[in-house]
């Protein structure tokens, strides 16, 4: 915590003690202290707080470490939609997505710093009954978020499809955001009959 107090007014200081691959090796400062700064950076939300998110991601050099950043980055915009987002994030983000373009948290983190390419992608995956079910159901919920207006029509494709039940929860939960007048005929018709869980979700989007 002490550490965390000094996020904001000794910034380059704390960044200069631990912008280093070799502070990824110390166990503390891997599972507990760094990904606390990113999280902490991350939810300030202005430039300086994100390009010092932007700093520690360069610094992860080995996978486990990136994803720890990822993770504290996804807890600390959680909701958040930015923009002028400095570069430093920007491209480990476009470089990570490039290179796994169906990673989830990937593509949120990039919707949420106003990435048209990442919301491009999100609503490939979300129509694409080829893709995996998680898969499909995060990319309607970072969709959602947004908001983005494009996800209604994703959203009413995967009602019309026979899909599992925690995908129809994620349409539903995704359109629950929107007025759109074709909304509540495909809900009703989708879920009638279907199980309280869905049925409770659908009384949320109509």
């Known amino acids: 915590w002490a550490v965390e107090d000094k996020a904001a007014s000794d910034r380059e200081l704390l960044l200069e003690l631990f912008v280093r691959p070799e502070s990824w090796g110390e166990p503390m400062l891997r599972e507990h202290i760094l990904p606390r700064l990113v999280r902490r950076f991350a939810a300030e939300g202005d430039e300086p707080g994100l390009d010092a998110c932007g700093r520690l ?20 915009l959680e909701g958040r939609h930015l923009n002028g987002v400095p570069r430093s994030l ?25 990435n048209g390419e990442a919301r491009r992608r999100a609503l490939e995956i979300a129509a694409d009954s080829g893709k995996g079910e998680a898969l499909r159901a995060a990319s309607l919920g970072i969709l959602a978020e947004a908001p983005e207006p494009a996800v209604v029509p994703a959203a009413l494709e995967v009602l019309g499809q026979n899909g599992p039940e925690s995908l129809l929860l994620a349409a539903l ?8 007048e074709r909304i509540p005929g495909a809900v009703l018709e989708r879920c009638r009959g279907g199980g309280e869980r869905v049925r409770s979700r659908a009384r949320g989007a109509l």
């Not at 996978?63 to 600390?76: C, F, I, M, S, Y």
């Not at 939960?173 to 759109?180: Q, W």
């Open 173 to 180: 939960g995704a359109l629950e955001r929107f007025e759109d």
């Open 90 to 114: 920007i491209e480990p983000l476009e470089r990570g997505s490039r290179e796994d373009p169906d990673k989830a948290v990937l593509l949120r983190l990039l919707v949420r710093l106003g």
């Open 57 to 76: 991601l360069g610094s992860a050099a080995a996978p486990a470490a990136r994803e720890r950043v990822l993770a504290a980055l996804d807890k600390g």
